[in-house]
């Protein structure tokens, strides 16, 4: 083998991630089979741990280090026939059946073996294996055997063992996150999570996983062993029962009911079989590889094993199981989840021992699982009569139906109870002002309000959706004096915060928010549960704020939380203010991905507000990747379907589209938008600073350059005396564009750095790039450097549009730069030579105009004298007769 496979060379990256040791190991029996000794490598772990895998890397390497290989793999089916697992090796000439150890030890070359499964391997292939470890041969042979943890070959297992060298042994443990992000580097660390949650760190399931959409990686965690058994994961795996004896099936099966952690009692009594029989049937699927003991309890390996066992039964046969599995936990006082799941499963109408079971279980499953709550507490609706407590019962239904995301059937379960004089309206009227606000009717929300303490939060919560700050401050207040409650607090102080930001008193919100972060801290996550729509509330003004690590900690949290209850109506505004802390943070791709899974969310619970949010803040990131018209027609689309009726939704639609119009060069579009003088707009600074920076931009788009320099200072003023660094950093961009528009190149390439170190230093990357483009731009004979960084800026953070736009203006200026070398067509005025670069640059005649300050008229009129003197007929001619001009002007100069 020789230096070809030396350990050096054998890197990690052969192996898969987490496998490192068996490289390591495989690496250095190699070279003692290279040196002409025996060598053994043993391989266990669990089934799915990816033994298969490693084995067929090793049977690779050894054929490129010169090894022959011969490869065996044992089949269950197989057991019956002798010395299968060497089939490969009996083909050769001269091979017989029972001589195989003695041709392997008389070897003339170098052989590796490689033998996978050996827990199904038949007695005589086991036996030659075993002889060769126990009597390990003097010849160039390598030895690579792989078998189930479960069902270990005991024979081999002891010959292994009792080695006294040459032997090396890896056992495969379940992947740790450290694996699952060498293996998804570029998932974010919420998708590996969910990934590790419901894989177990099985690299078999972890691939089936891999390809699925969070939402579904979701509710595998969530739902445990009572996953879907139509699911293609679940089809895939029917085989790993095909072979069970019937009695070790029903037991599968009986268990598949019943849940994990099921008692021999609990098991036998489902699968109506002697307690005796299920021991055996038990050692039976431990020794497949299907699960494993932890003490009197049987576990599942995977909870798909669960429900593919679930599969193999009829509907009606689990049915009555059911019902075994529910006499027998109500017998033995049962815990009540378990009981009221078998309940739901089995109860019939009239019932009314199990729906009492069934409403107690499902009210006390409302906030920590609501979609479970509706499924116990619909059941226990369906199958009694009206009676007392059904009132109390359909609240709690209505409540878990709109935290589930079925805003309309929620909102249907109230009307009852929200009539004059209903003893639970009040109650009642507090579900339906969130089921009202999901669905963007404040009217509605506003006329169910109460005068208690938690009124007043939502009377803030309403107040700052309408943009009024100072009602927003007050009932936040109120909510302060009249709360008890540290989750109140907190929220009251939240929006306290954000009427505070959008009355553009930063120090006040950025404290508030800081007082709420710390009793959002101190809160459990059980507690939080009802309240996980302040911890995205807290995110958004943290973000607003620049606090980008504390906004990107708390939706962690947020996340946390949903994922262990699955509250779908809050999940669509977390993703929306992910998306948007996203955008800031410069990671593209990740925003629009998160705009698509908010939009979906939203149409789920049926919230064209959200899902209108979710376009609104989709539009910058668009903006960047796919260019001003993608985004244009997106926003066109949102008027069309339905824009956020929330005034603070809109506003934040209104500056991204009236950024996309400026980068298009539509002053009209972007001082429509901006500078309506019927309109009145925020305090909040980063609101002003855009504004005011739009308008001067469009200002200076039109040439009116007092107007824009005005706007441009009135813009800096603001962002000072907020001193939040992005505003800052915005406001001097937009000074550095109007100052480019007044020809006043060196000033303004001084002020675009400076805007670019300011966003470097408040991790914008984007608005960063996007600063040094426009100072390349203005100086374009210092402009290498500049437009190096806003080329590898656009590039990492997947500003696909964008980087085509700073592309052109490389190859334009180089073309520029080219010509300057030579001398002007003949007859062009200086004026003409100007316009024509413009056109082979790529610019339109509008464009030209507002870069020159002239009307579209003068350079169409220029362009008329223009095409006759250079005899060309066409845009497309002009720039090719230029280009070659300079080209050959190139060519005589060298």
């Excluded at 599968?252 to 109506?272: K, R």
């Excluded at 400076?754 to 790039?769: K, M, S």
């Amino acid at each position: 083998m020789g230096q070809a496979m030396s350990r050096a060379e054998m890197v990690r990256g052969e192996a898969p991630a987490g496998r490192g040791g068996f490289v390591d190991a495989f690496a250095a029996a190699a070279d003692r089979a290279t040196a002409g000794r025996f060598a053994v490598v043993e391989v266990c772990g669990g089934a799915g741990m990816g033994k298969s895998h490693l084995l067929a890397d090793a049977a690779r390497l050894a054929r490129d280090a010169g090894f022959r290989v011969c490869e065996g793999r044992a089949d269950r089916f197989e057991k019956g026939i002798p010395f299968a697992l060497f089939a490969e090796l009996l083909r050769l000439p001269g091979v017989e059946p029972t001589r195989v150890a003695e041709c392997v030890e008389k070897s003339g070359s170098r052989l590796a073996l490689v033998l996978d499964d050996l827990q199904w391997a038949d007695h005589a292939s086991l036996d030659v294996v075993e002889h060769l470890v126990r009597h390990p041969p003097n010849a160039p042979v390598l030895l690579v055997v792989a078998f189930r943890s479960a069902r270990s070959p005991l024979g081999v297992v002891d010959a292994v063992a009792r080695a006294a060298d040459g032997v090396w042994r890896v056992t495969l443990d379940p992947l740790c996150d450290w694996d699952l992000r060498v293996l998804h580097p570029d998932a974010s660390e919420r998708r590996r999570q969910l990934l590790m949650r419901a894989s177990h760190g099985n690299p078999r399931y972890l691939r089936m996983l891999a390809a699925l959409p969070d939402a579904t990686l979701g509710r595998i965690v969530r739902q445990g062993d009572d996953l879907d058994e139509t699911t293609d994961i679940v089809r895939v795996l029917t085989a790993e029962f095909a072979t069970l004896s019937g009695t070790a099936l029903r037991i599968a099966q009986a268990i598949a009911v019943t849940g994990d952690h099921a008692a021999f009692d609990l098991v036998a009594c489902v699968a109506e079989l002697p307690v005796g029989q299920v021991v055996d049937g038990l050692d039976e699927l431990c020794a497949a590889g299907l699960g494993a003991m932890d003490g009197a309890w049987f576990t599942f390996q995977h909870p798909f094993l669960c429900a593919t066992a679930r599969a193999t039964t009829g509907p009606a046969w689990r049915t009555r199981a059911h019902a075994r599995a529910a006499g027998y936990l109500r017998a033995h006082d049962g815990p009540l989840p378990r009981l009221a799941h078998h309940l739901e499963r089995s109860a019939q109408y009239g019932d009314e021992h199990a729906a009492a079971t069934l409403i107690e279980a499902g009210e006390s499953l409302v906030y920590q699982a609501p979609a479970t709550a509706v499924r116990l507490l619909d059941k226990a609706l369906r199958i009694v009569s009206a009676s007392g407590g059904r009132p109390a019962s359909t609240l709690r239904y209505a409540l878990a139906l709109a935290l589930s995301g079925e805003l309309d059937r929620g909102w249907a379960a109230l009307q009852e109870l929200l009539r004059d004089r209903h003893p639970l309206r009040a109650e009642a009227a507090a579900v339906g002002v969130e089921i009202a606000r999901l669905r963007g009717d404040l009217d509605t929300a506003t006329a169910l309000l109460g005068d208690d303490g938690p009124a007043a939060v939502q009377y803030a919560a309403i107040a700052a959706l309408r943009e009024n700050s100072s009602a927003a401050a007050d009932h936040a207040r109120q909510a302060l004096l009249d709360g008890r409650r540290p989750a109140l607090a907190a929220a009251a102080l939240v929006l306290r915060a954000w009427a505070a930001l959008d009355a553009g008193q930063v120090s006040a919100a950025r404290a508030d928010a800081r007082h709420a972060s710390r009793l959002l801290d101190g809160i459990s996550t059980v507690t939080l549960v009802p309240h996980v729509e302040l911890v995205n509330l807290l995110a958004w003004v943290e973000t607003w704020l620049g606090d980008l690590t504390a906004a990107t900690a708390h939706l962690a949290r947020a996340y946390e939380v949903l994922d262990q209850t699955g509250q779908r109506s809050a999940l669509p505004h977390t993703l929306v203010v992910d998306a948007a802390l996203q955008t800031r943070l410069g990671r593209l791709t990740c925003a629009l991905d998160l705009t698509d899974q908010a939009a979906l969310a939203a149409d789920h619970i049926g919230s064209p507000e959200l899902r209108a949010l979710a376009h609104a803040v989709r539009l910058r990131a668009l903006l960047w990747t796919s260019g001003p018209a993608a985004a244009v027609d997106l926003a066109r689309g949102l008027e069309e379907s339905g824009r956020p009726r929330f005034r603070a939704w809109w506003r934040i639609a209104r500056l991204n589209l009236a950024t996309a119009c400026t980068t298009a060069e539509d002053p009209a579009a972007v001082l429509d938008l901006l500078a309506r003088p019927d309109e009145t707009w925020p305090a909040d600074p980063l609101a002003r600073v855009t504004r005011l920076g739009g308008v001067a931009q469009a200002r200076a788009m039109l040439g009116d350059h007092d107007a824009a320099a005005g706007a441009a200072a009135d813009a800096e003023l603001v962002a000072f005396a907020s001193g939040l660094d992005y505003e800052i950093g915005s406001a001097w961009y937009a000074k550095a564009f109007v100052a480019h528009r007044a020809a006043q190149p060196g000033r303004a390439r001084q002020l675009a750095l400076r805007a670019a170190t300011v966003f470097a230093a408040c991790q914008a990357p984007l608005e960063e790039a996007r600063a040094h483009h426009l100072a390349a731009v203005c100086e374009p004979e210092r402009a290498h450097t500049e437009l190096g960084l806003a080329k590898a800026g656009y590039a990492a953070c997947g500003a696909e549009w964008l980087l085509t736009v700073v592309t052109r203006d490389q190859r334009r200026m180089a073309a520029r730069s080219s010509r300057r070398r030579g001398t002007a067509p003949a007859g062009l005025t200086d004026r003409e030579r100007q316009i024509a670069d413009l056109v082979a640059g790529g610019l339109t005649n509008q464009q030209i105009a507002n870069r020159l300050f002239v009307s579209r008229r003068t350079v169409e009129s220029h362009l008329s004298r223009i095409f006759p003197k250079l005899a060309v007929r066409s845009r497309i001619a002009l720039a090719r007769c230029l280009g070659e001009g300079a080209a050959r002007n190139g060519s005589s100069a060298e």
